[in-house]
């Protein structure tokens, strides 16, 4: 191994090494473009980063700016930054606990009057705008504040040290970015009295985004944080075939790249049936496929002993995929000029009208949203206040209205439709009168009144539900401004009378001001159109707990108007400019489609 030694910014260094193959060691191109490098290419490369221990004679200030430069280290237990530490504060540090997570690099301060020639002691303060944080069970959550905290400082000998701080680490955005990389663990979607009704669709894998240190045995601290369970915003709507309490013994993936998973001794719980290990096997299988370096093609789930319990191959996963209830978006959808439901085929720039009365124009649409099957549709008439739902076939029947709205205008009237992959409607009626976001079950029925407890005085502008059911993206007016906002749905209640809540809604984007629409782009990752501050339109992928997407954003000249992905990402991006419908495959440029047309949608 060869390594060279590199300045870092005032007092860390990284060391680079490379493997000693028979050409050698590859040399820095000297021409070419730059590029962004993601969480993924910056956790498997060899660029080690490690903290510079304090010197003698350093001053406070000196104390303070190594100690928090040796916190963005890639050491696993912060030895070097516990050296910066009193002893007493060095073994009850919990730099665990929290991310505070700054825009800019943090900026120790010293405290007017904070110096006690006395008593050998001195105050700094840390400053900053808080753009994130991330919690114990490494879940991120977005904010827009400011934060200041404190260390104080005592003489430990001739030595200033550090005797009193905050448990947590507080990062810059850009060294979050380079340390922490985005993992989607996944756990079983809970669907109360519709799991009934989903029948074999009710073993549904929900992601949940955590954040975990890209360059620290990833793979061993992706099984653990699944095993600890989910975040603590998705756990009323979701459970894990892991026993409570089980526990990492070892995991190691072998030279056949599958997975094995020694548990630790379960206490006081049975060894998991067969059923249940290969549901355990399932949401082991799916986690660790998020992680470039740790892609297994099976898992094994073993006792404490070494004992097999289960193992699960590609194939036997397939019923478990989180994408099985996404559908197979083979087909775009959008509203011609003359208000009929067309279709684009794969990456096809010639729309054909649909089969049935929809393509027949038998209602003039303003909206649709599409079943994720692809045999059903739902549209908004262009007044704005009645809602069919019809078949995409020959022969189809129209049928009468599944919803009628009782506003005065389309503008305060239905929302554009969405479906869940178990084939429930929803819609949000935006009667000043008396707004309500509704679900069909089926897309028939009588509507249920869904609750939304968070919205206060917002009213729901249009909606995106995920495929899994369980996640709501709503585009909430308040204010004079338009944000973008996640909720999970909670169902309690029966069958028959099935109660169904909105709960926690949390901001996704606090960087637009205005957001004029979303799609679902992804597992756990959403397209948004909106503004900035300045006025400026912006198209830009976002992650579903708002933290910053590794995607380009794509910028708008202010006239997009509606966009549309898959969360299938192979497929092709859909927006809305003016009159026209515009396609961004993958690879390529935009490219104008025909005909003319509106409100492009994916199954969904």
């Known amino acids: 191994m060869s390594g060279a030694v590199l300045s870092w910014p005032a007092r860390a260094f990284a060391l680079l090494g490379c493997a000693v193959l028979l050409a050698g060691c590859a040399s820095m191109p000297s021409s070419g473009e730059v590029s962004k490098v993601s969480p993924g290419q910056h956790a498997d490369s060899q660029v080690r980063v490690y903290g510079v221990k304090p010197q003698k004679g350093e001053t406070p200030d000196q104390i303070v700016r190594g100690f928090l430069e040796a916190t963005t280290s890639d050491e696993a237990t912060y030895g070097t930054a516990r050296l910066y530490l009193a002893p007493g504060l060095r073994k009850s540090w919990n730099p665990y606990t929290k991310i505070t997570v700054l825009q800019d690099g943090p900026l120790p301060v010293a405290e007017p009057g904070g110096v006690d020639s006395k008593e050998n002691s001195n105050t700094f303060s840390l400053s900053g705008h808080q753009v994130g944080t991330v919690d114990g069970k490494h879940a991120y959550q977005t904010a827009d504040e400011t934060y200041q905290t404190n260390f104080h400082l005592s003489k430990v000998g001739s030595e200033w040290r550090i005797d009193g701080l905050d448990d947590g680490l507080v990062l810059s955005e850009a060294d979050f970015q380079r340390i922490y990389q985005s993992v989607n663990m996944y756990y079983f979607a809970q669907l109360g009295p519709d799991a009934v009704s989903a029948g074999k669709r009710r073993e549904v894998l929900v992601p949940d985004p955590v954040y975990l240190r890209g360059r620290i045995d990833l793979l061993s601290s992706t099984v653990k944080a699944l095993l600890g369970g989910p975040t603590n915003w998705l756990d009323p709507v979701v459970d894990s075939a892991f ?22 001794p379960l206490k006081g719980a049975a060894v998991p049936d067969g059923q249940q290990c290969m549901r355990m096997a399932a949401q082991l299988f799916y986690t660790v496929q998020g992680l470039a370096s ?242 400026v339109q912006q198209i830009q992928y976002v992650d579903a707990d708002g933290s910053a997407s590794y995607s380009p954003t794509l910028q708008g000249d202010g006239g997009v108007a509606s966009v549309a992905a898959s969360e299938n990402q192979s497929k092709p991006l859909l927006a809305e400019l003016g009159d026209g419908i515009f396609q961004l495959p993958l690879d390529a440029d935009w490219k104008e489609v025909t005909p003319k047309g509106s409100s492009p949608v994916y199954p969904g």
């Open 294 to 535: 740790s892609q297994a093609g099976s898992v094994e789930v073993q006792g404490a002993g070494g004992e097999q319990l289960c193992s699960m191959g590609s194939e036997q996963a397939q019923p478990y995929a989180p994408s099985v209830l996404a559908g197979p978006a083979t087909h775009q959808f959008y509203i011609d000029t003359a208000h009929r439901l067309v279709s684009l085929y794969g990456t096809a720039t010639t729309a054909e009208r649909v089969l049935g009365p929809f393509g027949e124009g038998q209602v003039p649409l303003g909206s649709v949203a599409v079943r994720r099957d692809e045999t059903f549709a739902a549209g908004v008439k262009t007044d704005g206040r009645t809602l069919y739902v019809a078949g995409l076939s020959t022969g189809a029947a129209l049928g009468q209205p599944v919803l009628r709205s009782a506003a005065k205008d389309a503008t305060n009237g239905l929302s554009a439709p969405s479906w869940d992959g178990y084939g429930n409607l929803w819609v949000a009626d935006r009667d000043p009168a008396r707004p309500r976001l509704l679900m069909l079950r089926d897309g028939a029925g009588t509507p249920v009144d869904v609750a939304v407890p968070d919205l206060g005085s917002g009213r729901i502008e249009s909606l995106r539900v995920a495929a899994d059911g369980v996640r709501i993206a709503l585009v909430v007016r308040e204010s004079g401004h338009t944000t973008l906002r996640l909720g999970r749905i909670e169902r309690s209640g029966t069958q028959q009378k099935p109660q169904i809540k909105v709960a926690e809604l949390r901001l996704v984007t606090p960087q637009l001001e205005d957001v004029k629409a979303a799609s679902w782009a992804g597992a756990s990752r959403l397209v948004v159109v909106g503004n900035v501050t300045n006025g």
């Open 243 to 264: 026993p409570d309490g089980a526990g990492v013994k070892s995991v190691s993936l072998d030279d056949s790249q599958r997975l094995n998973l020694r548990l630790n």
